[in-house]
């Protein structure tokens, strides 16, 4: 019971409750305005059909009681001939009036209307060239308006002039409209007109029933959707007003929806970098720990003993600020709010001084590190600093991938609307399953994983500042032979060369 009531009361406050309630008394209010005005034209029909009949009435009367009314209109033979004539045609009251309208002579029984005025207007109305149907006067005897037949007389010895006036009130259109009520034909509008309201009634009941169906599922979609149920959507939206609104929010939803996969994403791979990080920064900080303990802890070391502790605490110490660069530059990318450093420099100068930095290396391994890069290369416009970055990385990975006593050399040339600047070994190469993978963050070949080395986010990093400058990364590599990685940089527009 009380759930019904609080059904009940939950359609009260529904949209489709209140609409149907509107449309419901518009349909009623409107029928009854239609009722109305069809009743009160029925009852203007019946004067009118009534005053069109009687139309030459007054006319044959005149006819008739001409002879009678010359003796004056109050002569016996007057009133027998009038009492006469209305004995025949009881719904009929007789009247003579004045050339000013007034009743002067009534031949009702009682007499009623003696000394009261019918407005010639409404006289000279009807007995004007086509009168329009009905014209109304009110009843001399009882003051109600209603339709007559007049005609013009001249009465009593002298000829005067007046009007015989034939009330048809009580004859009245009452007739008409009773039988218009007592008339197959009335049953027959009557019951289409409550037909065609009922079944307009239902069909808009429907059809709002169906409209306000689509807003709830509509409504339980969105519901769904805010309870966490992404892939929840409006099936087949038709291109209506509802429609549209269904497929603005798939539209929408879709948005959401893959903003959420890519944070989730996103999440993910900050998890895996934090958990790599930590193993990355584990493993040198451990060995650097035993190092220093054996140093602390055996005074007695010999000359190699030390030598060879201290250089791997410096190894260590090494990989450590390695890896806190690679760190910091991968902070700088992942800002993507924050604009590029772009400036114009000669690209020639800073593959010089970068290779100047490496050369101690590539002699401590041995390895004979050559640039062939003209001084007259045109300028870029790039982050210095990233493009600093992006070569050491790859510099870095050609000294360790180069054969003993190998070669390493960078190569620079004008290319296109650029400047492409390559890195080359002789190494053992990248293999072909590894080379779509050597630019993952944390992907590391096997060998390299054997050697220890390396974190895996280098070449990732010179992806990214590619990227972030609207190129791509080359990378060419044959198995046993060496590998180039080249990347290209955008000319600047306004300085031309270092020349
Ligand atoms: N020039 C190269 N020759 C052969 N292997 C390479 C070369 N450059 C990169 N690699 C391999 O690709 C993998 C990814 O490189 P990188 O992203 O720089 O990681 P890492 O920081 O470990 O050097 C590494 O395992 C590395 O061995
Ligand atoms: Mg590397």
Redesign the pocket.
């Known amino acids: 019971m009380s759930s019904l009531w609080r059904r009940l009361v939950s359609l009260g406050g529904s949209l489709y409750a209140r609409i149907a309630l509107v449309y419901l008394t518009g349909l009623l209010l409107l029928s009854v305005v239609v009722a109305w005005f069809a009743i009160s034209q029925f009852d203007q029909l019946g004067r009118e059909l009534q005053q069109r009949q009687e139309a030459d009435l007054a006319d044959n009367l005149a006819e008739v009681m001409a002879p009678a009314l010359r003796s004056g209109v109050d002569s016996d033979v007057a009133h027998e001939m009038a009492r006469h004539i209305v004995s025949i045609n009881p719904s009929l009251s007789l009247y003579v009036l004045d050339e000013g309208g007034r009743v002067i002579a009534d031949y009702a029984e009682p007499a009623c209307a003696l000394g009261s005025r019918v407005a010639l207007s409404s006289l000279e109305a009807l007995l004007g060239e086509d009168p329009m149907l009905p014209v109304l006067a009110d009843s001399p005897c009882s003051g109600q308006p209603g339709v007559f037949s007049v005609a013009r007389i001249e009465y009593g010895p002298d000829g005067a002039r007046g009007y015989l006036y034939a009330d048809l009130n009580n004859a009245s259109h009452t007739s008409m409209t009773a039988m218009l009520r007592t008339s197959s034909i009335t049953r027959t509008l009557v019951a289409a007109g409550l037909l065609a309201l009922a079944l307009s009634g239902l069909l808009g009941l429907l059809w709002f029933a169906l409209l306000t169906r689509r807003f709830s599922h509509l409504t339980s979609v969105v519901q769904r959707f805010a309870a966490g149920e992404y892939q929840a959507r409006i099936a087949e939206p038709r291109s209506d007003e509802i429609g549209q609104l269904g497929r603005a929010f798939n539209d929408m939803a879709g948005t959401i929806e893959a903003q959420l996969v890519a944070l989730r994403e996103t999440d993910r791979q900050r998890r895996e970098l934090v958990a790599n990080l930590s193993h990355d920064f584990r493993t040198p900080l451990t060995s650097l720990r035993g190092y220093v303990e054996q140093l602390q802890r055996r005074e007695s070391l010999s000359d190699e003993e030390r030598r060879v502790a201290l250089t791997a605490i410096f190894d260590n110490a090494e990989r450590l600020t390695?890896l806190a660069r690679?760190l910091s530059t991968l902070a700088r990318l992942d800002a993507y709010d924050q604009p590029l450093r772009r400036e114009p420099f000669a690209l020639a100068e800073l593959v010089h001084d970068i290779v100047g930095k490496f050369q101690p290396q590539a002699e401590r391994l041995g390895v004979s590190l050559r640039v062939d890069v003209d001084p007259a290369l045109p300028w870029v416009e790039a982050d210095l600093g990233l493009v600093d970055r992006a070569l050491s990385?790859?510099i870095?990975?050609?000294l360790?991938?180069?054969a003993p006593q190998g070669r390493v050399w960078l190569a620079g040339e004008a290319s296109g609307q650029g400047v492409r600047i390559a890195?080359?070994?002789d190494?053992?190469?990248?293999a072909a399953a590894?080379l779509p993978?050597?630019?993952?963050?944390?992907?590391?070949?096997?060998?390299?994983?054997a050697?220890g080395?390396?974190?895996?986010?280098?070449?990732?990093?010179?992806r990214d500042i590619c990227e972030r400058h609207g190129t791509t990364l080359e990378?060419d590599?044959q198995e046993g032979t060496?590998?180039?990685?080249a990347l290209t940089l955008p000319r600047a527009a306004s300085v031309g060369t270092n020349v």
């Open positions: 390695r690679q990385n790859l870095d990975n050609a360790i991938a180069a890195v080359s070994d190494g053992d190469g990248i590894d993978l050597v630019t993952q963050r944390f992907y590391r070949t096997a060998s390299s994983r050697g080395e390396g974190s895996g986010l280098g070449l990732s990093i010179v990378i590599s060496g590998t180039t990685v």
